[in-house]
């Protein structure tokens, strides 16, 4: 079974009168330690099938299955349980707490799940190793640049160890330089820590750097050209050939 399985999955809003439906019997399936990009036109449908799968948002039909449970299915309360424990978000503009120091932000969604104080300062620690902070530690976010601010931010997605690290336009607020580090240090979560990861990015160059690329083309997945089966059965026997 793979990490991820989005089964013919629909998500409609209503507006006004109008039903919109940016996802149409859409099917994924992510392996683990699969960077997935996902491209497409504003207004596409891309944050949504990016919320459904962190279980923020709720499809209108369909199922998703993440490490073998069917997020569909869960109530509200029990939503919220699993994307503390699953979910690491990388928000675009980082939104890190301007009254906590980088070390606080990071250790935020550890207070969310059952630990020792010894575990989470050791878990803290690493994943600012690992974004290469740990002398910033003490620093606020006004205290540090906007690719700082970014990397305490990727190191609050990767500290709870999730199952996949989803990422929203984590680029789009940064210079080109910027943006290369950032995207270096994503290249370094997912090979070095071998961390499952999922981006929605504008950003041609953001996209082309990972290692499957997925577009969302009239409600519907394209990958590298052919349309993704919404039989998710279909899709497997695709890759396999
Ligand atoms: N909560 C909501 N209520 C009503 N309509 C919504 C809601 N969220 C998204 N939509 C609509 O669904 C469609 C898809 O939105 P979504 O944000 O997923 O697109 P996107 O591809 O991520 O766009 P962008 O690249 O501009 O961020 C849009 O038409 C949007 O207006």
């Given at each position: 079974?793979?990490?991820?399985?989005v089964s013919n999955v629909t998500k409609e809003y209503a507006n006004?009168?109008e039903t919109i439906r940016p996802l149409d019997g859409v099917s994924l399936?992510?392996?683990?330690?699969?960077?997935?990009?996902l491209m497409g036109a504003s207004g596409s449908g891309k944050s949504t099938l990016l919320n459904l799968i962190?279980?923020?948002d709720r499809a209108t039909s369909g199922n998703i299955?993440?490490?073998?449970?069917?997020?569909?299915?869960?109530?509200?309360?029990?939503?919220?349980?699993?994307?503390?424990?699953?979910?690491?978000?990388?928000?675009?503009?980082?939104?890190?707490?301007?009254?906590?120091?980088?070390?606080?932000?990071?250790?935020?969604?550890?207070?969310?799940?059952?630990?020792?104080?010894?575990?989470?300062?050791?878990?803290?620690?690493?994943?600012?190793?690992?974004?290469?902070?740990?002398?910033?530690?003490?620093?606020?976010?006004?205290?540090?640049?906007?690719?700082?601010?970014?990397?305490?931010?990727?190191?609050?997605?990767?500290?709870?160890?999730?199952?996949?690290?989803?990422?929203?336009?984590?680029?789009?607020?940064?210079?080109?330089?910027?943006?290369?580090?950032?995207?270096?240090?994503?290249?370094?979560?997912?090979?070095?820590?071998?961390?499952?990861?999922?981006?929605v990015?504008h950003?041609?160059?953001?996209?082309?750097?990972?290692?499957?690329?997925i577009r969302l083309e009239r409600s519907r997945l394209v990958e590298?050209g052919t349309a993704i089966p919404t039989d998710p059965?279909q899709t497997?026997?695709?890759?396999?050939?």
């Amino acid at each position: 079974m793979s990490l991820v399985e989005v089964s013919n999955v629909t998500k409609e809003y209503a507006n006004g009168d109008e039903t919109i439906r940016p996802l149409d019997g859409v099917s994924l399936t992510v392996e683990k330690g699969d960077y997935v990009s996902l491209m497409g036109a504003s207004g596409s449908g891309k944050s949504t099938l990016l919320n459904l799968i962190a279980g923020i948002d709720r499809a209108t039909s369909g199922n998703i299955v993440v490490a073998d449970t069917d997020i569909t299915k869960l109530s509200r309360g029990k939503l919220a349980d699993w994307r503390a424990a699953h979910i690491g978000y990388i928000f675009q503009t980082h939104n890190l707490i301007p009254v906590l120091t980088a070390y606080e932000n990071v250790e935020l969604p550890l207070l969310l799940l059952p630990m020792s104080p010894a575990e989470r300062r050791k878990r803290v620690e690493i994943a600012l190793e690992a974004v290469d902070l740990t002398s910033r530690a003490t620093h606020y976010p006004r205290q540090m640049s906007g690719g700082q601010e970014q990397r305490v931010g990727i190191a609050r997605a990767i500290v709870a160890n999730p199952t996949v690290v989803v990422a929203d336009e984590p680029t789009g607020s940064l210079d080109d330089e910027t943006t290369e580090q950032i995207l270096q240090l994503l290249e370094r979560v997912n090979n070095e820590l071998g961390m499952t990861l999922l981006m929605v990015t504008h950003d041609a160059e953001a996209g082309s750097r990972a290692k499957r690329r997925i577009r969302l083309e009239r409600s519907r997945l394209v990958e590298n050209g052919t349309a993704i089966p919404t039989d998710p059965g279909q899709t497997a026997k695709l890759r396999s050939a």
